[in-house]
């Protein structure tokens, strides 16, 4: 950043007073401009036995697989943003949502927020962010395929809890 988004001066990166980490601050107004994690939301969509898969339309990771997720936009709620995203991205209608796991990536100023979700009805397709979206059975998951770790991990948590038959929300965080 080298410009305040209030005033149009120049910032400067420091510690702002009263704070312990540096930010960019405002040469001319003063305002603190603070930069956080950007929240990711998604479903891991269950239709029986199987789950539903998107193959990713954009970068990053084209042409790989992953579930149905994107960020989450102001004004609407976790919750929201995932059924929008499985909505967009797989034109999926989907029910009995709830929260699955969080999976905090600092590397990257991420945090995942995972819903375990039903198809609601029989009817997906491709958004115009996926170039096809798939029903797959645990030995069908494309593995070599997934377009992000958190994601291969959080399936392979998802079939260990499956196995157990006792699904608990998780918290995990992915280092690198």
């Not at 029989?122 to 997934?146: C, K, M, R």
Request: glycine letters at 6%; one cysteine or more.
């Amino acid at each position: 950043m080298n410009y305040c988004s209030h005033c149009g001066a120049s910032v400067t990166h420091r510690v702002p007073v009263g704070d312990n980490l540096p930010r960019h601050v405002c040469d001319q107004c003063g305002r603190v401009h603070y930069q956080n994690p950007k929240i990711v939301a998604g479903c891991v969509v269950e239709c029986g036995s199987r789950l539903l898969l998107c193959r990713r339309a954009i970068e990053p990771r084209r042409g790989l697989w992953t579930i149905p997720a994107g960020f989450m936009e102001n004004g609407e709620t976790a919750t929201q943003a995932a059924v929008r995203e499985t909505l967009e991205e797989a034109c999926a209608r989907v029910e009995a949502v709830s929260l699955y796991g969080v999976y905090n990536i600092p590397h990257i100023n991420q945090v995942y927020l995972m819903f375990r979700a039903r198809l609601a009805t029989a009817d997906f397709a491709p958004g115009p962010e996926s170039l096809d979206v798939t029903l797959f059975a645990e030995q069908e998951i494309p593995w070599d395929e997934l377009a992000f770790g958190v994601v291969a991990r959080m399936l392979r948590r998802y079939y260990e809890d499956r196995r157990s038959g006792v699904f608990t929300a998780h918290v995990d965080d992915l280092l690198r």
